[in-house]
């Protein structure tokens, strides 16, 4: 089945008791058992296991084409519970424009006894020169943030299967719409639901789906249950509800990012456009041959500098600036300021969620912003 069949049906179904066609939120933090002791459901306790969120973990697990899911708190918190199936020691390969809560629990977690080498991945040969004896985990974000640089998954899976380390692919920009890590050979994918997932900017959340099950599953089984960091049943409901719709709204989504990117390109005032869907993107051919459509998300950079950016953002009306990406409304962000003085981001660029609005609505909003900049 394709996927917005899956997306609406993969552990969908009415409920056999009510007939209910929506889901059920079972607030329930705890089951019932018969008399002889034994569990009615597979359910005993939330932390365990709850109703929405094992249907929030089945659908994403069948959508990214994995045997397992696992659902927690945050997109942070799916991307630790990868970090914690590796031991004290252990070497991880992270990209050097890895999103900046990833690359902050990386920098904590070398304090307990990791350690971290943070490449440019888009560059493979980086990568084979950083893989050591004791190299674990590699790391993979692609499209990147917020430069839309586009790493060769193929080639680091070539590479870590070589050298006895797993792949992770950050999968939350492209979701599995537009890209199949576990298909390209990655041994997990992780996602910050809060993003394409939810799609509506009312609920956080993170999902690991892993390749198959073994030893490193069932840690992250057990981690569920020990560490605690799981969603409410009422926001795997929001999420499952909100991959509903996933499929059709991203692929409108991407179709006006595409639109945008190719205007902003021609735009007098505009120096640079970062979106893996134009042709002259260098890494334009790895982007076509391992994704299916290029994304929602682009970045572009002003001749007239910072100064520029932050009036241009100011300007607009229809995008919001705010933090996050991959809802209906869309958003502008100057990444410099948000990220600090630490940011490798250049001074001059905008980072843009290409929202659900009309796409002629979305030109003539930066046309009169860019006008005034
Ligand atoms: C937002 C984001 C995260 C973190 O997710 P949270 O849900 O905010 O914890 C991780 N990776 C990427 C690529 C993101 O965009």
Redesign the pocket.
């Known amino acids: 089945m394709h996927i917005e069949t899956l997306a609406i049906h993969s552990s969908h179904h009415p409920d056999p008791a009510t007939g209910s066609v929506a889901p059920a939120i079972y607030l329930s933090t705890t089951f019932a058992r018969r008399p002889d002791g034994e569990l009615i459901s597979n359910f005993s306790y939330s932390r365990s296991g709850n109703p929405n969120r094992t249907a929030l973990e089945a659908a994403v697990a069948e959508l990214e084409g994995g045997s397992a899911g696992f659902a927690y708190a945050?997109?942070?918190?799916?991307?630790f519970s990868v970090l914690q199936t590796l031991k004290p020691g252990d070497h991880v390969i992270a990209p050097a424009d890895v999103?900046h809560?990833?690359r902050d629990l990386l920098k904590e977690k070398a304090g307990w006894g990791l350690s971290v080498d943070f490449v440019d991945m888009d560059d493979i040969e980086k990568v084979a020169a950083a893989i050591r004896t004791d190299t674990r985990l590699l790391l993979v974000?692609t499209p990147s943030?917020p430069m839309l640089r586009i790493t060769d998954i193929r080639s680091v899976v070539r590479l870590a299967r070589a050298a006895g380390a797993r792949v992770a692919v950050?999968n939350?920009?492209p979701t599995p719409l537009f890209q199949r890590p576990l298909k390209l050979g990655a041994d997990y994918v992780?996602h910050?639901?809060?993003?394409y997932f939810g799609g509506h900017s009312d609920v956080?959340?993170?999902v690991v789906v892993a390749a198959s099950e073994d030893e490193t599953t069932q840690k992250m089984r057990e981690q569920q249950w020990t560490f605690g960091a799981v969603p409410s049943p009422f926001d795997c409901w929001l999420v499952r509800r909100g991959l509903m719709t996933m499929p059709v709204r991203l692929r409108a989504q991407a179709e006006s990012a595409g639109k945008i990117a190719r205007y902003l390109q021609s735009h007098p005032k505009v120096s640079q456009v970062h979106y893996p869907g134009l042709p002259d993107h260098p890494n334009y051919a790895v982007a076509a041959g391992q994704m299916e459509g290029f994304g929602a998300m682009l970045s572009f950079q002003l001749d007239g500098g910072e100064f520029a950016a932050v009036r241009t953002a100011a300007g607009l009306r229809l995008f919001t600036q705010a933090t996050?990406?991959?809802a209906v409304e869309s958003l502008v962000e100057h990444r410099y300021r948000v990220e600090g003085e630490t940011s490798r981001t250049p001074k001059d660029l905008l980072r843009v969620s290409v929202g659900l609005e009309h796409v002629d609505d979305l030109l003539a909003d930066l046309e009169g912003a860019l006008r005034k900049a």
Request: charged residues 10%; aromatic residues 8%; without cysteine.
């Open positions: 945050s997109g942070v918190g799916a991307i999103y809560g990833t974000e943030n950050d939350t920009w992780v910050s639901s809060t993003k956080l959340g993170g996050s990406l991959g």
